[in-house]
């Protein structure tokens, strides 16, 4: 992967494919959640794919302190800055898909079409209750358990067999990374989201096009996440992934990349871009 200075820190990214631009903005956990898109000729025919670790994840620079949305959205504007880019599709899947909806608040000249795959947006009802399940993995991780509660949050999240999903589609040591992680989740991006928010007033002001995909088998909470970005973004089109959790491009890349094209095909970006 090569590397950019953003912001004073590294951050290191990967570009596949000729086209419209496209940058992928991953969610907690997996670092490397996009890479089956990148082998997705439906994508990589058409589409210049930018994935990118952020910040906390991989190689890229590592922070004690929290990093806001707001940062970690600036951090993925000044990386398509970084390639001469002034505008592209912006992809975000979980926690990448608020990063991506404050890129549209903040940089709005720069983000084309939005693609929101099952975003971790908490103004919903279930909220409470799907927050307070995930408690057990605070624990495990207080006690120093990073492993354990790694795997706690994949289960409920990915589901039982989350493991074999990794394995066969991410890049070697997937769950080692993971862990390895797990202090960026805990101790940067908690208090991060915790501070975060998404008003129905703020989402009057995205004007783009937005594609919210949901799982078939996922959680039902990310359904009524769904139901409220097609409530606040009446421009939403949305879109069920089958055979798929919160996992989605991970358990079914094929699927995602065929629906993605069409999207952004539907909305293709100006030539003067």
Known sequence: MERALIDGSEIEY???????PVLLVHGN?????????LAEPALTGRYRLISYHRIGYANSSHKDAPVSIAE?????????GHLGIRRAHVVGHSYGGV??????????????????????LFAVDS????LEGLGPAFGMY?????????????R????????????????????????????????VEVPAHQEWAFTREDAALISQPVLAVRSADGLPFFGEV????????????????????????????????????DFFARHPLPLST
């Open 14 to 20: 990967e570009v596949r494919g000729a086209g419209e």
């Open 29 to 37: 956990y997996q670092a490397d959640a996009f890479a089956p898109l």
């Open 72 to 80: 970690q959205a600036a951090h993925g504007r000044e990386l398509l």
């Open 99 to 120: 990063v991506a909806l404050q890129l549209a608040l903040d940089a709005p000249e720069a983000v084309h079409s939005l693609a929101l795959l099952e975003p971790a």
């Open 127 to 130: 909220a409470e209750e799907f």
């Open 142 to 154: 207080a006690a120093g358990e990073k492993a354990a509660a790694i795997d706690f949050l994949q």
């Open 156 to 187: 409920a999240w990915f589901g039982p067999d989350y493991r074999s999903v990794i394995e066969r589609a991410l890049p070697p040591g997937a769950f080692d990374q993971a862990v390895a992680d797990a202090d960026t989740f805990f101790q």
């Open 226 to 261: 769904s139901e409220l970005l097609r409530e606040w973004l009446p421009q939403t089109q949305t879109f069920v992934l089958p055979n798929a959790t919160h996992a989605l491009q991970m358990q079914n890349p094929r699927a995602m990349a065929e629906r993605l094209a």
